[in-house]
């Protein structure tokens, strides 16, 4: 028997140059698509009436690009979700996802990239539902104080040192559901950002587990229209370099980077009277 399946094109790269005057705009997103429905023809048989061709799909993000030009993520990627939806009988699901690189305006036609988070959007579309997720992912955050680490299990083997002053450091991905499909999305996007970092920066920490507590209560907090938010938290270890060979004091001052094994924090924080999730959504 056919299991779930679904299809679609993956990663097509839009950048859409708005030229309303003097100044330029410049939006640059990475569109994933994958559409479900009534698709078992085409993998039991090979009768491909019912599919969409998947460079269809591509072409329709460009002509939208051209058609409806390009504001947030959420927004293009509901109304791309939609139409799939809309119109074509045998579709039934259409998710959309948006990975958004942000540039910097250098004048009125100059741009630089900014080289660190990706700004994430999800959209899912059935008949009867829609869910728009938003997101964060690669924002690298650093404590360099106001972390410990102890009082934890030790078995026999057990070695880690109890901490009481550490670095702190992660590459945030977080994704955050909403409760409607209709929002500032900018204005949402940017006021929980801010609402993460914020918590990071403050909260004086005992484990990444607490601080990851804190950012998604601070985010809900922060924004009534966001009904649940998940975190992975990479734990970025920075171990303290032994340089007494060398008769030299580290109060705290000389690190190693460790790359890996690192500890992987994920958790999520949900309001009490948050509406059921409509679709699939974790990391
Ligand atoms: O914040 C931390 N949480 C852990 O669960 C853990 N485990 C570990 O070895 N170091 C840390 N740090």
Do not use: C
């Not at 899912?124 to 650093?142: P, R």
């Not at 990444?208 to 938290?233: D, I, K, N, S, W």
Request: proline share 4%; glycine share 8%; net charge negative.
């Amino acid at each position: 028997m056919l299991g779930p399946n679904r299809y679609g094109k993956a990663e097509t790269r839009l950048v859409r140059v708005h030229r309303d005057g003097e100044s330029h705009g410049l939006v640059d997103f990475n569109v994933s698509i994958a559409l479900s429905g009534d698709l078992t023809a085409t993998h039991l048989t090979g009768d491909n009436s019912g599919v969409l061709p998947t460079d269809t799909m591509k072409n329709t993000v460009y002509a939208f690009a051209k058609e409806h030009g390009v504001g947030e993520p959420e927004s293009f990627a509901l109304l791309l979700a939609r139409h799939f939806v809309h119109t074509q009988p045998q579709v039934h699901g259409a998710k959309v996802s948006v990975e958004s690189f942000a540039w910097d305006r250098l004048g009125p036609h100059s741009f630089r990239r900014r080289g660190d988070h990706v700004r994430t959007t999800v959209v899912t579309v059935t008949a009867d539902a829609t869910q728009v997720v938003s997101g964060v992912s690669g924002l690298v955050l650093l404590n360099s104080t106001d972390s410990e680490f102890h009082g934890f299990v030790e078995d026999g083997y057990t070695t880690l040192k109890p901490a009481t002053d550490r670095i702190l450091a992660t590459a945030v991905d977080a994704r955050w559901r909403h409760a409607g499909d209709d929002t500032d999305w900018a204005a949402s996007f940017e006021g929980s950002l801010a609402a993460l970092v914020s918590a990071f920066v403050g909260t004086y920490s005992y484990s990444l587990q607490q601080t990851l507590y804190a950012m998604g209560a601070g985010l809900l907090e922060a924004r009534p229209e966001v009904a649940e938010v998940r975190l992975a938290l990479p734990n970025k270890h920075h171990y303290l370099a032994d340089l007494s060979p060398f008769d030299l004091e580290n109060p705290g001052e000389v690190f190693i980077a460790g790359d890996r094994p690192y500890g992987l924090i994920e958790g999520s924080v949900v309001r009490d009277d948050a509406p059921a999730a409509t679709a699939e959504w974790w990391l």
